[in-house]
């Protein structure tokens, strides 16, 4: 069992009561771990066929419960957290889309590798609050991770794009993140003028940064 690194600080926040699902699960990791913390049904799912037959084949002599689904499509009903990691923004926002929203669903684990600012943004406008977030640097990647539950926290536009829980926090992966955000906008911006919303991320880290 090899958990990707960039997955290992999820487990912290792992706590008995969850019963979780892991949406796009792919080799399995995470829930096969998540198997060994707790005598909970553990789900995973797989959306396609060939890698849903991959997740099977992976899970192979495991105890972690698979189906196939499309997102949160038939969520089995003792499911109260959801882990979402490895996808794009868009498509985890999407996912949140589907009406009705599964009611039992009370946690979720997201794990967006674009469009975070968006994602944290429909969050807030729909009833979610960010309540821990990190940032973990591996192979010169940053990958955020945000631990949501039911709640209410409207957020600036300066919040979503830094994180409200990063904010507060300055752990040195996402002060490290900022700068090299920061340092790469400031690049660009020599050479090209930068389109407006750029140009507004560029000063909220650079201040942030200073700070
Ligand atoms: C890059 S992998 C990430 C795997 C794992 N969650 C992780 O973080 O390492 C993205 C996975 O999401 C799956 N996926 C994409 N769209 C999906 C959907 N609509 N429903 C369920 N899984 C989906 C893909 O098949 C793929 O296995």
């Known amino acids: ?3 990707p690194f960039r997955l ?5 926040w792992f706590d008995p009561a969850m019963v979780v699902v892991d949406i ?12 060994t913390m707790t005598s909970s049904p553990v789900y995973a799912t797989e959306y396609s066929n060939p890698s849903f037959a991959h997740l ?14 499309d997102g949160l499509q038939n969520l089995p009903t003792e499911v109260n957290t959801a882990i979402i990691t490895g996808m794009g923004g868009r498509l985890i926002l999407s996912m949140l889309a589907i009406d009705p929203f599964p009611s039992h669903l009370e946690t979720l684990w997201l794990g967006p590798q674009s469009h975070v600012d968006e994602l944290r943004l429909y969050l807030s406008n729909h009833g979610w609050k960010i309540i821990k977030e990190t940032i973990v640097a591996d192979a010169g990647q ?3 991770f945000l631990f949501v539950v039911k709640g209410d926290e409207p957020l600036s536009n300066v919040q979503a794009y830094l994180g409200p829980r990063l904010m507060e926090k300055k752990e040195s992966s996402s002060l490290a993140w900022m700068k090299q955000e920061s340092m ?14 750029e140009q507004h991320r560029l000063e909220w880290l650079q201040a942030y940064v200073k700070h």
């Open 8 to 12: 290992r600080p999820l487990l912290s």
């Open 24 to 35: 796009g699960a792919n080799h399995g990791y995470l829930a096969k771990t998540l198997t």
């Open 56 to 69: 099977l084949h992976e899970l192979e002599g495991e105890r972690v419960l698979a189906y196939q689904a």
């Open 142 to 144: 940053f990958y955020p």
């Open 184 to 197: 790469r906008l400031a690049t660009s911006s020599q050479t090209v003028s930068l389109p407006e919303e």
């Open 1 to 3: 069992m090899r958990l």
